[in-house]
């Protein structure tokens, strides 16, 4: 089956900035809203923020006012600009397509160190 395509990861220090992105085919990045997960280490995924087709947003509230998710309709793109990283942010990151329940990508490692 087809599968997002993650990138960006990255190991950086506490209060540093990444960018993650997720490549998606058009069928798929078109019509649904995309969101970006993370599991820490032994712990649960979580939702981390979404972004609807026509630009809505939502943020957990641990990352509210340091991530930002955007899309880029023409290059079938979503991204996660990450600012004032903190080491409790370190987690394997996920690109999902709501209503798509098998849609997830392999994840990208972002790592901050403290």
């Known amino acids: 089956q087809v599968q997002p395509v993650e990138s960006g990861g990255g190991l950086v220090q506490a209060g540093g900035s990444l960018r993650v992105s997720c490549a998606a085919p058009r069928s798929i990045f078109s019509i649904n809203a995309m969101g970006w997960y993370r599991q820490p280490p032994g712990k649960q995924r979580e939702l981390v923020a979404r972004i609807t087709t026509g630009d809505t947003t939502n943020y957990a509230d641990s990352v509210k006012g340091r991530f930002t998710i955007s899309r880029d309709n023409a290059k079938n793109t979503v991204y996660l600009q990450m600012n004032s990283l903190k080491p409790e942010d370190t987690a394997v990151y996920y690109c999902?397509?709501?209503?798509?329940?098998?849609?997830w990508g392999q994840g990208t490692q972002v790592t901050v160190s403290s």
């Open positions: 999902h397509a709501e209503n798509l329940p098998w849609f």
